[in-house]
Each structure stands twice: as structure tokens, then as C-alpha cells.
T-cell receptor, first 112, second 109 residues
């Protein structure tokens, strides 16, 4: 593993199902983030974590939850998916805040 | 509210120079970033400005004027591979990044 790895790359999901997007980094960065990117809109922050054991809400947290049990992993969970959560999700990390963000390759999620 | 404005799309010719503007209104300022994002890929870091002036890095330069709430990204000697979206982002007083919607740059031969 080099950098940030996200899984799955792509997923089609029925509305009402639970889904967890995985994110792992090997750079020992303190800060990690989850963004969603929708056509015509800027990246919007869902949740963030400044260090292991702590999390915070971003701009659009409703319907999503995160955990940060250790430095490397930062999973994003949709408890009951809805069509408006159809988007491309990017996980990112940074050594400092503010600082250069390193992004994963993204997870394309379609909720039907 | 907080706002980042940048043009939706620009077209330029291979070998030419293009300037992508970004204006911002945020609660506080702790730096401005430019990222490049090719279609279907993740954003990658280009530049960071926290003080007024021009930062040059190879063919790319980024300028900041904090008093005007304005930045631009200058790309010289354009290559076809520069076709991408360019994202402007500002760190506000809470050290959170506010992102513009991005400028899609189309390079024509």
C-alpha cells in the first residue's frame, strides 16, 4: 500500500441498505477527511478526524457516520442509504491542518 | 456566507498561457490551495499561498492578494495533459477548507 487506499472503487446500492466505505492510509498522517463530489459543486466535507480517537462533523454530515479507532483507518458508514447520497466519495489525509491533502482514488456510489 | 468563485470552463491553445481566477469571501483566511483534477481521478496538490505575491513552480504559478480576496493560477507552455479541472480552496478561520466548484480547462491543439 502506498498513500491512501479506498474500497470499493464502485458500488450500486439499493435504498435503505447499510454501506461502509473503507479508507486506509500508510503515511502516518494525523488528519483524515471524507468528501463527496457532485457535478457542478465543490468538494463538500462530510466528516473529519484531526487525530486518532477524535472525529468532527463537516458541512454535510447527515446520514453519515465515521470512526477513527487508529491512525491508519477512517471508514465512512451510510446507515440507511438514500438516492441523494449518490456521489463520488473521496477520502483524504494530511500531515498537518491546514496542509496539503492527499486523496484516495475515490469511491463511486450509486443509490437506487 | 462563505463563497469561492471561479469560472466554470475555459479553453486555451496548446503552447499558450492561461490564467484561472479565483475570488473568495470567507470567515477568516489561513491559506489558499490550488489542486488539479483529471477526469475520473483524484485531486492532486499544485500550490499553496498564505502570503501576498507570486509563487512559481515550473510551468505553474499561483498569485494571492488577501486584501482583494483574489488568487489566480497561471499555466504556461500549455500541454494537452494540462486538460483537467482546477480547484481553488481556502482555509477559513476554523482551519476548514472551503472549495470552489472548479474550472474545467480544455486545451486545443
Amino acid at each position: 500500500i502506498a498513500g491512501i487506499t479506498q474500497a470499493p472503487t464502485s458500488q450500486i446500492l439499493a435504498a435503505g441498505r447499510r454501506m461502509t466505505l473503507r479508507c486506509t492510509q500508510d503515511m502516518r498522517h494525523n488528519a483524515m477527511y471524507w468528501y463527496r463530489q457532485d457535478l457542478g459543486l465543490g468538494l463538500r466535507l462530510i466528516h473529519y478526524s484531526n487525530t486518532a480517537g477524535t472525529t468532527g462533523k463537516g458541512e454535510v454530515p447527515d446520514g453519515y457516520s465515521v470512526s477513527r479507532a487508529n491512525t491508519d483507518d477512517f471508514p465512512l458508514t451510510l446507515a440507511s442509504a438514500v438516492p441523494s447520497q449518490t456521489s463520488v466519495y473521496f477520502c483524504a489525509s494530511s500531515a498537518t491542518s491546514p496542509g496539503e491533502l492527499f486523496f484516495g482514488e475515490g469511491s463511486r456510489l450509486t443509490v437506487l | 456566507g462563505q463563497n469561492i468563485d471561479q469560472p466554470t470552463e475555459m479553453t486555451a491553445t496548446e503552447g499558450a498561457i492561461v490564467q484561472i481566477n479565483c475570488t473568495y469571501q470567507t470567515s477568516g483566511f489561513n491559506g489558499l490551495f490550488w489542486y488539479q483534477q483529471h477526469a475520473g481521478e483524484a485531486p492532486t496538490f499544485l500550490s499553496y499561498n498564505v502570503l501576498d505575491g507570486l509563487e512559481e513552480k515550473g510551468r505553474f504559478s499561483s498569485f494571492l492578494s488577501r486584501s482583494k480576496g483574489y488568487s489566480y493560477l497561471l499555466l504556461k507552455e500549455l500541454q494537452m495533459k494540462d486538460s483537467a479541472s482546477y480547484l481553488c480552496a481556502v482555509t477559513d478561520s476554523n482551519y476548514q477548507l472551503i472549495w470552489g466548484a472548479g474550472t474545467k480547462l480544455i486545451i486545443k491543439p
